[in-house]
T-cell receptor
Framework: ETGVTQSPTHLIKTRGQQVTLRCSSQSGHNTVSWYQQALGQGPQFIFQYYREEENGRGNFPPRFSGLQFPNYSSELNVNALELDDSALYLC??????????????FGPGTRLLVL | AQKVTQAQTEISVVEKEDVTLDCVYETRDTTYYLFWYKQPPSGELVFLIRRNSFDEQNEISGRYSWNFQKSTSSFNFTITASQVVDSAVYFCALSENNFNKFYFGSGTKLNVKP
């Protein structure tokens, strides 16, 4: 148990719709990262939020957007859903230090199916 | 260009065999961080180890060991005396500089047969 929770666990949407996924970070963590993991592939970094600001972004189009709240929980929003957006979406929380052995702790994921 | 390459897509071994999972990374940063994660069939990624670029000591944790070689940009993972419970997909990952981007390899699926 990492203490990172995600909701919903599963979701089915149709092409063109919008979706919001939610993540509650582990207590004491101020950073949340989102990943997309297509079937049989490694997680692809979408973006990271640190203290409510976007802190880094991968190669994803602007229709992927996010928010982080004062309690450090986060949302991932995807507009104009495409079939290729079908994937497992993972949230990870962290509080990194350079000299420590800290890492990011992953939630169980939300499996999104776009029809 | 792939920042993290795991060339072994799938490996099958018999229980008690030793197995090494390869990871090659690419970065221009002088400070970076390497990770290994395990993803069992349940789907949740489990942290195994983090290695800082400025700390080249190899590490052993029980049956697990990691060999970090900056000269060859590799961070290989060995499981000694493998067990059926080690069956999972293993990912190597790289983070540069300020931890604000992460790059995962495509994963190696390990099958340990009884």
């Amino acid at each position: 148990e990492t203490g990172v929770t995600q909701s919903p666990t599963h979701l089915i949407k149709t092409r063109g719709q919008q979706v919001t996924l939610r993540c509650s970070s582990q207590s004491g963590h101020n950073t949340v990262s989102w990943y997309q993991q297509a079937l049989g592939q490694g997680p692809q970094f979408i973006f990271q939020y640190y203290r409510e600001e976007e802190n880094g972004r991968g190669n994803f189009p602007p229709r992927f957007s996010g928010l982080q709240f004062p309690n450090y929980s986060s949302e991932l929003n995807v507009n104009a859903l495409e079939l290729d957006d079908s994937a497992l979406y993972l949230c990870a929380s962290s509080s990194f230090g350079q000299a420590s052995q800290e890492t990011q702790y992953f939630g169980p994921g939300t499996r999104l199916l776009v029809l | 260009a792939q920042k993290v390459t795991q060339a072994q897509t799938e490996i099958s071994v018999v229980e008690k065999e030793d197995v090494t999972l390869d990871c090659v990374y690419e970065t221009r940063d002088t400070t970076y961080y390497l990770f290994w994660y395990k993803q069992p069939p349940s789907g949740e990624l489990v942290f195994l180890i983090r290695r800082n670029s400025f700390d080249e000591q190899n590490e052993i944790s029980g049956r697990y060991s990691w060999n970090f070689q900056k000269s060859t940009s590799s961070f290989n993972f060995t499981i000694t005396a493998s067990q059926v419970v080690d069956s999972a997909v293993y990912f190597c990952a790289l983070s540069e500089n300020n931890f604000n981007k992460f790059y995962f390899g495509s994963g190696t699926k390990l099958n340990v047969k009884p």
